[in-house]
Structures are given as C-alpha cells and as structure tokens.
C-alpha cells in the first residue's frame, strides 16, 4: 500500500496561513477516501478534512469538519502524488500534530509521523 510523509507545519500567529504537504509512495492518493487528520496535546485524533464518494466512480466530495469549515482546504495532485491542506486563519485551537491517511470505509494503514502546526495567540 505505501506509506505517508508529512510536511509544511510550522509556528504561525493567529490569523495567519500555512500549507500542508502529504506525499504517498504507493496507491494511497489514487482512490477517494483519504483525509487530514490531527491531533492536539491531550486530545483523540480527529478527522478534519476528507476527500470522499458515495461509489469509486463518482465524483468526489469534500468534507470539513466544522471547525475548520471555511478556513481549511483539501485538495491533491494525482500526478504528483500529494495531497494538501490549505489552513487558512488560523487559530491557537488549531495547535496539533497533522496527519494524513485514508478515511473510512478503508482502514488506516501505517501512521506517518506527522506535522506539527503551532499558532500562536
């Protein structure tokens, strides 16, 4: 299946912008149902962004978690095999580690080890 490499977190005031990279060796990105997720200090993972379809040939949806709704974007580069996540706006409550991996209905495969965005007040 392949494995996951995070990339572009940072330290960022409130307010401002970061872009996050998720590069796939192996088939992961080829399919409709991969997503961000994070996960801050103390906290459970949570799913913030996904791309996903009701059948593999469908068109493909995005999802948000409210949150991050109107701030966030998901999007990704077949042919490049990346995947990103626009964060826009940020705020202090957005401090996690982000990672990228399939979404349910698929099972998780290898966590990679993530990036850390921290936003400051």
């Known amino acids: 299946q392949g494995h996951l490499v995070e990339s572009g977190g940072g330290l960022v005031q409130a307010g401002g912008s970061l872009r996050l990279s998720c590069a796939a060796f192996?088939?992961?990105?080829?399919?409709?149902?991969i997503g961000w997720y994070r996960q801050a200090p103390g906290k459970q993972r949570e799913l913030v962004a996904r791309?996903?379809?009701?059948?593999?040939?469908?068109?493909?949806?995005?999802i948000y978690a409210d949150s991050v709704k109107g701030r966030f974007t998901i999007s990704r580069d077949n042919a490049k095999k990346t995947m990103y996540l626009q964060m826009n706006s940020l705020k202090p409550e957005d401090t996690a580690i982000y990672y990228c991996n399939t979404v349910p209905p698929l099972p998780p495969v290898q966590w990679g080890q993530g990036t850390q965005v921290t936003v400051s007040s």
């Open positions: 192996g088939s992961i990105l080829s399919h409709n149902f």
């Open positions: 791309i996903t379809s009701d059948t593999p040939d469908s068109e493909p949806r995005l």
